[in-house]
């Protein structure tokens, strides 16, 4: 029997953990049809639920920011609850802390009822958390928190479509702009560009077609279309200097390619290395935080594709 479908007594607390995301390629293409690949990574929120009297509350956040409370009342009942919130996410940073948290709490939500909520669930349900801090999301960023592995994402008239890419071996560092960038802001800047700039966005779909062709087939030699995905997000608009600066930053330091990953705006960028150190090494030399990431393998059973 499907474990989401065992219902059992309602619980007076419970707790779900849910990992934030790194995009891969195909970042905004993916807003206008085009496939991207995300991976969850190894770091990530919990959230604690527990039923109390009064109405529902936030006791503790280690994630600051205003819309918490219409996130919360997006999924939460009014009254009963008392909220806390761990995350070990650099917030605003392009790494999914509003998609886990959205997965996290449906999740909680569901264990306290005495459940397990599904993909679908958490897909469905975590939208309404996602518009509450991104506006017009694509579904892309808590698809693959409550996916886990690696993704392939595209959005269609029926739905989303999203695939489990199995992938090889990668070695990851994330560096940090150290600013967030503001993801709606972006997102409706890249669409004030168009029509113009959908040569580029066509390019992306391309590019990321390729990649996961060249992951699935188990190659890690994909420096060079990160390093074509990062000159495309310049062209759209999205990079700025100090990202471009930490791209050169890694690649001088021996990776085998980088990009920002995300929104862009600030946040972070992702490099593919042969070995993490060189490239942590050039960071802390330059006063930049970084840190290897792994793929959180997720718990989601396994799919070759589904639509909620
Ligand atoms: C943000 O993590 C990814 C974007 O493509 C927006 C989205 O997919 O909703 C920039």
């Not at 669930?121 to 886990?148: I, K, Q």
């Not at 060079?224 to 690649?251: C, F, K, W, Y």
Request: with cysteine; net charge neutral; glycine share 12%.
């Amino acid at each position: 029997m499907d474990v989401a479908t065992v219902s059992s007594e309602p619980r007076a607390s419970a707790r779900a953990f849910a990992p934030g995301k790194l995009i891969l390629s195909g970042e905004h293409a993916v807003v206008y049809g085009h496939p991207a690949i995300a991976l969850a990574v190894d770091r990530g929120t919990t959230v604690h639920l527990r039923a109390c009297a009064g109405d529902t509350r936030l006791e503790h956040s280690s994630i600051q920011d205003l819309r918490l409370f219409q996130a919360l009342a997006a999924v939460l009942p009014p009254r009963g609850l008392a909220v806390r919130i761990e995350s070990d996410l650099p917030v605003g940073r392009g790494m999914g802390s509003s998609a886990a948290l959205a997965v996290a709490l449906v999740r909680a939500r569901a264990r306290l009822q005495g459940r397990e909520a599904d993909f679908a669930e958490c897909h469905r349900e975590g939208f309404a958390v996602e518009r509450v801090f991104h506006g017009t999301p694509s579904g892309l960023d808590h698809a693959v928190s409550a996916r886990g592995g690696g993704v392939v994402y595209r959005r269609g008239t029926e739905g989303p479509r999203i695939e489990g890419l199995s992938l090889p071996p990668l070695r990851l560092v994330v560096l940090d702009s150290g600013s967030a960038g503001n993801t709606a802001e972006l997102v409706a800047g890249v669409r004030a560009r168009r029509p113009g700039i959908d040569p580029v966005l066509a390019r992306m779909g391309a590019l990321t077609r390729e990649l996961a062709a060249e992951l699935a087939a188990g190659s890690v030699d994909v420096g060079g279309l990160l390093d074509e995905n990062h000159t495309l997000l310049q062209q759209i608009g999205v990079s700025t200097p100090r990202l471009d600066a930490l791209v050169d930053l890694a690649r001088a330091a021996g990776a085998r390619g980088a990009k920002l990953s995300g929104a862009g705006g600030g946040g972070v960028v992702l490099a593919l290395v042969k070995e993490a150190e060189p490239v942590l090494a050039a960071a802390a030399a330059a006063g930049v935080s970084a840190f290897p990431v792994s793929v959180h393998p997720g718990s989601a059973p396994p799919m070759s594709s589904e639509a909620p």
